[in-house]
């Protein structure tokens, strides 16, 4: 057995005691150890601190330090209470009280898109509790096939793909799995992205949050070959721990657009929508990673252009 497998297997180990300890605690103890946390996280530990100070720094150039110290600790404490609440969820939150504890919004909407013989790509940021979406959407009895990559730990792998199927949501590997999306789309179901990965410097550069970023082109490329709307969702906390807001923020239907967008113009609408979306809650995105890094030789780097794209294209907004 090689020395990394024992390191991965040790840190499995550590990682399913402490989700044993978090979840023999009530969810106020977990939001007040949650709070303590991330004060010594952000304040004393500083862990990332100049990565998320500079990512707030660009977006909110108007704030202050103190206020960006603030909104950071807000940010660890929607982190931590992220991971109670994926701990909880499973002996929580059921077919039959998911009311309880999830509100729809545009529940027409989302209905009609996942009922339909239509395949669907929804879209959603590392915003609020975007793990429990696909969870609480097998609840509700519609299957989704996610792109996510595979954990380097592989006992760590294993163990959250138990979590994300628990109720019916398949997940497919970014590398190799092109044809089996092209199967899911042409027999009309439903594929779930993360729309702010970052695609390295071959990928669509568009401004998001004020800065250059580098978007999959895949995910246009889906749209426009499918037919498939794009439906930028949300699933967020609204005030206490496990419970959440499940919603849409806007939809892009190639069907209705006049004229159909482009693989750049469609990354900019969902990049502007999803900055949007950040603006209201900003205390509820992953402001640690480095979303904007830029890898890009210095002679190529262009500055990207932002277009008026509510003007050039039939998109709708949810209500």
Excluded at 196 to 222: T, Y
Excluded at 230 to 248: A, D, N
Excluded at 314 to 319: H, K, L, M, S, W
Aim: aromatic share 10%.
């Amino acid at each position: 057995m090689s020395l990394k497998l024992v390191i991965d297997y040790l840190v499995y180990v550590a990682v399913r005691l402490t989700i044993c300890v978090v979840q023999a605690i009530p969810l106020d103890r977990c939001a007040a150890a949650a709070q303590f946390l991330a004060w010594l996280i952000s304040d004393v530990l500083e862990v990332r601190g100049k990565l998320l100070d500079s990512n707030l720094q660009h977006a909110f150039p108007e704030m202050t330090p103190a206020e960006r110290k603030k909104l950071a600790r807000r940010t660890w404490r929607h982190l931590l209470l992220m991971v109670c609440e994926i701990a909880h969820a499973p002996r929580k939150i059921h077919d039959t009280n998911w009311r309880h504890y999830v509100d729809l919004k545009n529940a027409d909407d989302q209905i009609r898109h996942l009922l339909s013989d239509r395949p669907v790509v929804i879209l959603l940021g590392h915003f609020g509790n975007f793990e429990m979406m696909g969870y609480c959407a097998g609840i509700l009895g519609f299957p989704t096939y996610t792109v996510a990559r595979p954990l380097d730990n592989k006992f760590l792998h294993d163990f959250v793909q138990r979590f994300r199927g628990a109720t019916g949501q398949f997940i497919l590997p970014k590398q190799g799995s092109a044809p089996f999306i092209e199967h899911v789309l042409q027999s009309g179901g439903t594929l779930g992205l993360l729309c702010d990965q970052n695609a390295g410097p071959k990928g669509c550069w568009v401004e998001f949050m004020g800065r250059p970023a580098s978007c999959h082109k895949a995910i246009s490329l889906f749209s426009m070959g499918s037919g498939a709307p794009l439906v930028l969702s949300y699933f967020r906390r609204t005030g206490k721990p496990m419970q959440f807001e499940m919603g849409i923020e806007a939809i892009y239907d190639p069907a209705t657009a006049d004229p159909q967008l482009g693989v750049k113009e469609l990354a900019m609408w969902y990049n502007q929508q999803l900055e949007a979306m950040i603006r209201r809650h900003p205390e509820q995105y992953w402001w640690i990673h480095n979303r904007w890094r830029d890898d890009r030789p210095a002679k190529r780097k262009k500055k990207p252009v932002a277009a008026p794209v509510a003007e050039t294209a039939d998109v709708r907004r949810a209500a």
